[in-house]
C-alpha cells in the first residue's frame, strides 16, 4: 500500500527523533505497514557537518534498499537532505550540533527529516528541518 506524502513524513521524523532501541522497533512497525525506513546520527561544527549529512542520509538510504543505486535515486534523497539542512541554517551556523536524520519512502515518497540537537555553552536548542522528493517507484 502506497502512503500519502504527510504519512512518509511522519515516519522520517519519528526515526528522526527516535533512540537507537526506539528505532529498531519503529523501524519493524514501518516496514510492517510498507514502509520503508533508515536512521543515522551524525555530529559535529554545524558548517563542516553539512557534506557529511548528506553523505549519511544517502549511504543510509541505499544501505536498507530505500533507495538504488542510481544517480537519480541518489539525488533525490541528496537533494532532500541537503534542503532539509537548509532550512535550520540560520539557527545552527557557527555552532556545535549533533543529532539524527531519518528517511522514509512510501512508494513514490520519499522524505529526508534532521532533527537537530544545537550546543551553545550549557544551552541547548532542538530544531527539526524536512523535505519531500517524489521518485519512480522501484516496484512500478
Known amino acids: 500500500m502506497e502512503h500519502n506524502s504527510l504519512e512518509t513524513a511522519k515516519a522520517a521524523i519519528k526515526m528522526a527523533i527516535s533512540t537507537r532501541s526506539e528505532e529498531k522497533q519503529l523501524k519493524k512497525e514501518f516496514a510492517a505497514d510498507e514502509i520503508n525506513t533508515a536512521a ?7 558548517n563542516k557537518s553539512v557534506p557529511e549529512i548528506i553523505e549519511r542520509a544517502v549511504i543510509a538510504a541505499k544501505r536498507e534498499n530505500i533507495i538504488d543505486e542510481s544517480h537519480v535515486a541518489q539525488g533525490a534523497v541528496a537533494g532532500a537532505a541537503h534542503d532539509a539542512v537548509t532550512q535550520i541554517m540560520p539557527r545552527t551556523m557557527g555552532l556545535n550540533v549533533g543529532g539524527k536524520i531519518g528517511v522514509a519512502r512510501s512508494g ?4 529526508v527529516a534532521v532533527f537537530f540537537g544545537v550546543g551553545m555553552f550549557n544551552l541547548n536548542e532542538v530544531t527539526v528541518g524536512l523535505s519531500h522528493r517524489s521518485l519512480l517507484d522501484k516496484e512500478a
Request: aromatic letters at 18%; glycine letters at 18%.
Open 40 to 46: 543515522v546520527d551524525f555530529g559535529g561544527e554545524f
Open 108 to 111: 513514490e515518497h520519499i522524505v
